[in-house]
């Protein structure tokens, strides 16, 4: 006889929030739309390529995120509680098989993920370095807390920037479609 647990709504909406590819897909989305939006209202403004380039740094660690907690996530696990803690602290492996844990910001670690499903190239990581800054202080605050978090070269421009990361979002919106595809 086969056993079949039952979930409740409010379970069911939880792990589809978190594994799902939906939840985070649509919030990257929205978040570059909004990107999108705001840099084309005053493309002179030099504060407004901060507010860009940080809004693409969340989207494209959304959806790298996305990628790779739906990859993990297997329809056996029906409990919220324990998924929910093995999430805190889940590892995933780099393609140097360097341990990453999923609540990272460093959007190198992400896209350097073994099985994320699409090819980045070592510029683009280059550049993914400095979009992880805009995320974590050069989007909000004129310095960093850490000294050493100062660049010591310039950086490339922001159409490089710009271009870098609309390529990857493509990519990485791409696989959630062909991971999306798989699941129907």
Not at 8 to 21: D, F, K, P, Q, S
Not at 133 to 148: C, H, K, N, Q
Request: contains cysteine; negative net charge.
């Amino acid at each position: 006889m086969a056993s079949i647990r039952i979930i409740n709504h409010e379970t069911w909406l939880y792990l589809r929030g978190i594994v799902g590819i939906d939840g985070w897909a649509n919030f990257a989305i929205a978040l570059k739309a909004y990107a999108d939006s705001r840099h084309n209202i005053s493309t002179e403004n030099p504060s407004q390529d901060l507010v860009y380039l940080m809004l693409m740094g969340y989207a494209l660690e959304d959806l790298a995120k996305c990628i790779i907690a739906y990859k993990a996530y297997t329809p056996a696990i029906t409990d919220v509680i324990p998924f929910e803690e093995k999430l805190k602290e889940f590892e995933f492996d780099r393609d140097d098989n360097k341990k990453c844990k999923l609540k990272t910001h460093d959007l190198e670690d992400l896209y350097r993920a073994r099985d994320l499903g699409l090819y980045v190239s070592n510029q683009e990581i280059d550049h993914l370095k400095i979009l992880s800054s805009y995320t974590l202080w050069r989007g909000r605050y004129p310095v960093p807390l850490d000294i050493a978090k100062m660049p010591s070269s310039p950086d490339p421009s922001f159409e490089d920037l710009s271009k870098t990361a609309t390529s990857i979002y493509e990519r990485a919106m791409a696989e959630v479609e062909r991971l999306r595809s798989l699941r129907s």
